[in-house]
């Protein structure tokens, strides 16, 4: 079959074909139709992500979208090693998928499953988010962020903050307030700091960080500087700043009421992430969600692996 290969670590895949997968207990064969490419997913397909764990040479692709042998559309995830969702068919855990719903085409469901995902996931499971909260998403330009602005507005946020590099794209999400990086040192604090401590002096309820790194320690610091006693967990999901680690004193933590907590593979259970893919299934077949896309044939991996991640990136098999 065709089939997108990784032959070694941090290479590219290449076109080519590989064996079909023949079934076993437990496990359900997939004709694959949709299989979009985001970050986790290339990184761990070429064994540089934290959680990549392959032996080469392997089809790439963690997830996508596809047909059971009874017709059944589904999302797939974590296909079984050495097969992934960039082939004309894989192997999945039956465990792990999840029934598409009337309302959603392949395309647009294998697009937005892993970026809306992962919003879902740290608001539901890991910041306990409540309909009436205020969230506050740094990073929210990316195709992730900008999901989370319309899943919190989709759950009930009270109000949305959101945060990044660029403010014209900030400017367009359907965000309260919206506030650009000025990363300049002003007496000791950046200018970034200065313009989020009256967004903070009026309560967060929830903080949802894409990019990790100086732009999260000011975020963190303004809270430590402002006297409330409304809590505020705040959820690291990525480091999309390039910065992995930030010198985090002690003393934030102790004069402040910021709960620190990660959202990831390791931190969310795969029944939980399954179960945030069909709250994000619902709500896009109601159209409360969307996402932009770019399609790509299989024989144009390697174009589409180096691809923007906006619009997503989605290879096309049927």
């Known amino acids: 079959m065709r089939a997108a290969i990784v032959m070694e670590k941090g290479a590219t895949p290449v076109m080519g074909h590989f064996d079909p997968p023949v079934a076993t207990d437990g496990q359900v064969i997939i004709d694959v139709s949709a299989t979009a490419l985001s970050r986790v997913s290339k990184f761990r397909s070429m064994g540089m992500h934290y959680s990549s764990d392959v032996n080469f040479p392997i089809v790439a692709g963690i997830d996508g979208v596809g047909t059971l042998e009874d017709g059944s559309r589904v999302y797939f995830a974590l296909p079984t090693a050495p097969y992934g969702s960039l082939a004309e068919q894989t192997i999945v855990n039956e465990k792990l998928t999840v029934r598409l719903p009337d309302g959603i085409d392949d395309l647009t469901a294998a697009a937005i499953a892993n970026p809306a995902m992962s919003s879902w996931a740290a608001l539901v499971f890991r910041a306990g988010f409540k309909s009436g909260q205020t969230v506050w998403i740094n990073g929210a330009t990316s195709a992730s962020g900008s999901l989370a602005v319309q899943i919190a507005k989709g759950l009930g946020a009270k109000k949305i903050i959101v945060t990044g590099r660029n403010e014209s794209k900030l400017q367009a999400l359907e965000a309260d307030e919206a506030i650009a990086f000025d990363m300049t040192v002003n007496n000791g604090q950046t200018m970034f700091e200065n313009a989020i401590m009256p967004v903070v002096a009026e309560g967060v309820d929830v903080i949802l960080d894409y990019l ?17 006693d409304r809590a505020t967990r705040f959820v690291t999901i990525g480091t999309s700043s390039g910065q992995e680690s930030i010198h985090l004193p002690s003393t934030i933590l102790r004069s402040s009421t910021i709960e620190l907590v990660g959202s990831g593979d390791k931190s969310v259970s795969k029944a939980d992430l399954l179960s945030a893919v069909r709250g994000v299934f619902e709500m896009a077949a109601k159209g409360k969600i969307t996402i932009a896309t770019k399609e790509f044939a299989l024989e144009d991996i390697e174009e589409a692996w180096n691809a923007p991640l906006t619009p997503r990136p989605v290879v096309m098999l049927r």
């Open 212 to 228: 990790w790194g100086d732009s999260a320690l000011a975020i963190m610091s303004a809270l430590a500087k402002t006297n409330t």
